[in-house]
């Protein structure tokens, strides 16, 4: 009679090698955002996902043949990954190239066909970004991740500051020096100050840093802090 105290023990300890595998795995993929997914990262996400399954719940199955098997399909994403960043053909390939839907406000029907993209999905698209008259549109490009990109005609473009001829900075890097109450000491050195000037300026704003939700600085010293 098997000990179901054994099975569990073995389930735990197969779950945590094929994690220590994958994570390991992943961390030489680098990282990559769902959106960010090609088709191949997302078969082969499904694939691997199925694989830790199987490994992991049935313990009657050979272990080192559910690693081997893990290990080719983990490292065959990897050298593929590396290899599309050195071969523009290959990226093509497995990542796909950017598509243009609309040029110069013309429609390309035969792209949108090709696709599988309808006018309904082109104009709820549009409507997300803010455009609600395809009319507004001057070129859409539909790119390699499934998402589309719209660049307004020019009549359509806000006014930026620039053209109104006003001068700007860019406000650089925001550090969170304070969160929840506590101060975020790894980003004191990337912010070039300390506890002691974190200490002065609340002091100067009358709060204690128990008080502080959030409080944060940018490259040019200009403070911002939201209360709990």
């Known amino acids: 009679m098997v000990n179901p105290m054994n099975e569990i023990i073995n389930v735990i300890l197969r779950t945590i090698l094929v994690l220590i595998i994958i994570l390991f795995v992943f961390k030489l993929m680098g990282i990559k955002h769902v959106s960010q997914m090609n088709m191949f990262d997302y078969i082969t996400g499904i694939t691997i996902g ?131 109450g506590d101060i975020v000491k790894e980003n004191l050195k990337p912010a070039k100050v300390n506890e002691s000037w974190i200490n002065h300026e609340l002091k100067v704003i009358g709060k204690r840093k128990e008080d502080i939700l959030l409080f944060t600085v940018d490259s040019g010293g200009k403070i911002k802090y939201y209360l709990k």
């Open 50 to 180: 199925s694989i830790v399954a199987d490994i992991s719940l049935d313990i009657e199955k050979n272990l080192i043949a559910g690693l081997i098997c893990l290990v080719i399909y983990c490292m065959t994403s990897v050298i593929i990954s590396y290899s599309s960043l050195k071969n523009l053909k290959l990226r093509n390939f497995f990542d796909g190239t950017a598509t243009v839907l609309i040029e110069n406000g013309n429609i390309n029907r035969e792209n949108l066909r090709k696709n599988k993209i309808n006018i309904n999905i082109l104009e709820t698209e549009a409507r997300l970004m803010g455009y609600f008259n395809l009319d507004e549109i001057n070129n859409a490009i539909l790119e390699p991740n499934g998402k589309i990109s719209f660049e307004p005609k020019e009549k359509e473009k806000p006014t930026t500051k620039k053209d109104l001829g006003i001068t700007t900075k860019n406000s650089g890097l925001v550090y969170n020096l304070i969160i929840d």
